[in-house]
């Protein structure tokens, strides 16, 4: 089988085929492996979303990434401060506040915070207009690069081959049978296609004539020069990936630094990997406002990287049903790191033809078409 998309969804499928003894696991990626989006990701985990699916697909991926070194033999610099969400309007408080009923209830500690606590947990934040505060202790943020480098070097290690460089040109298919896929260093018969290309997915879904409605959208990170004082007062390690929900600013500890990031509203969608400026002003103004102990602090590095939106902003996976043996793991609109130990886990058993350890149906590419959409609103 070849599995199309080399970041930490397709090398998490990788290692769980090869693990559960699947012959001929082959993954390519036009990159290098991790060089799309995941790299460019800020690494944040946490359990907190709306939908219940969701939910049950972070926290099996937490407790991987929390055994990751004893059970890959990688470290991924797992920090687990907590996860932050600030909120400053009565509708989100309403709705984080059920959305921490149903946290608890399928077992993820989780509360509601007053502002003075926000504050006392992520002491450069300003609390000027906040409500709320939405904690979960068990999220935080670890490394994409060594998440993508532990699954590889094991999937390896159990007989797949990982082939970077290599770029997917087309899906060969006979009748509903899938033949072969073709590369740029010639064609690789099999099959099997999982499509884990992230933002560069609907065109890969495209060559098996089947719809994947995902959206590649700009986004952008800067990490900052080291802060003079000790950061956070010397709490740094203790201090909760904090998002400020209402503008999506958001910052963690990265170093000696902070790394921070925010969405941008006017950005259209595209295959935009360049740094564009046009954002500062809203960002500065966020940051003037909830973290203004970082306005005057410099700017050490800052990257731009693709989200793989889809029209609900929540995920598409599932298998394919106009063509055999096409299976998809995609779409997870920002949130896709966070979530890839566990969709490796359903990749696997949708090969397989297992039973999933969680009920994915609701996923499937098709609700556009039938169902209609499944919003997940807890996205940054
Ligand atoms: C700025 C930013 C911050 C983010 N922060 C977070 C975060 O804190 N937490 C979180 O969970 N998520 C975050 N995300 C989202 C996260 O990066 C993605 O959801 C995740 O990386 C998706 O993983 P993937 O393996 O599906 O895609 P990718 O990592 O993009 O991998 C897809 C791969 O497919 C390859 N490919 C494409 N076309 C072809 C082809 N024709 N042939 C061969 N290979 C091909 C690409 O080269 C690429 O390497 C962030 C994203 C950005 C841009």
């Known amino acids: 089988m070849v599995i199309i998309g080399g970041g930490a969804v397709g090398v998490a499928a990788a290692y769980e085929l090869a693990a559960a003894g699947v012959p001929d696991v082959v993954l390519i990626d036009s990159g290098p492996l991790g060089g799309g989006s995941t790299s460019k990701a800020a690494g944040g985990v946490r359990a907190q979303f709306y939908d219940r699916v969701n939910i049950e697909l972070a926290v099996r991926s937490l407790e991987t990434f929390e055994h990751f070194a004893q059970r890959l033999g990688q470290d991924i610099d797992l920090r687990q401060p907590g996860y932050l969400f600030l909120l400053d309007n009565p509708r989100d408080v309403a709705d984080f506040e059920a959305s921490t009923g149903l946290l608890r209830a399928l077992g993820v500690e989780s509360r509601m915070l007053a502002v003075a606590e926000a504050r006392r947990m992520s002491p450069l934040i300003a609390t000027e207009g906040l409500l709320a505060g939405a904690y979960s202790p068990s999220g935080g943020y670890c490394s994409p690069e060594s ?18 460089r290599r770029a997917a040109t087309g899906i060969m298919t006979e009748g509903r049978q899938i033949t072969a896929v073709t590369t740029d260093a010639g064609p690789i018969q099999t099959p099997a296609v999982i499509c884990a290309a992230g933002a560069w997915s609907a065109r890969v879904a495209q060559w098996a004539r089947v719809d994947l409605p995902v959206t590649p959208l700009r986004r952008q990170i ?29 910052f963690h500890r990265e170093g000696p630094g902070i790394l921070l990031g925010m969405s941008d509203p006017d950005e259209t969608p595209g295959f935009k990997l360049g740094r564009d400026d046009a954002w500062l002003p809203r960002l500065g103004a966020a940051i003037e406002r909830r973290a203004p102990a970082l306005a ?67 996923l499937d590419a098709r609700r556009f078409a039938t169902t209609g959409p499944r919003p997940e609103q807890a996205i940054v």
């Open 222 to 250: 800067l990490v900052t020069e080291p802060l003079k004082e000790p950061l956070a007062g010397g709490r740094a390690d203790a201090t909760p990936f904090t998002i400020d929900f209402g503008t999506t600013f958001y």
């Open 147 to 164: 998440v993508v480098l532990g699954y590889a070097t094991a999937a390896r290690r159990l007989g797949a081959r990982l082939i970077p």
């Open 296 to 362: 005057g602090v410099g700017i050490a590095a800052g990257w731009a990287g693709l989200y793989e939106v889809t029209p609900d902003h929540n995920g598409l996976i599932g298998a394919a049903d106009g063509i055999d043996r096409f299976i998809y793991a995609t779409g997870f609109s920002g949130h896709g790191f966070l979530m890839s130990p566990a969709l490796g886990e359903v990749v696997r058993d949708l090969y397989l033809e297992r039973q999933p350890f969680t009920d994915i149906t609701g």
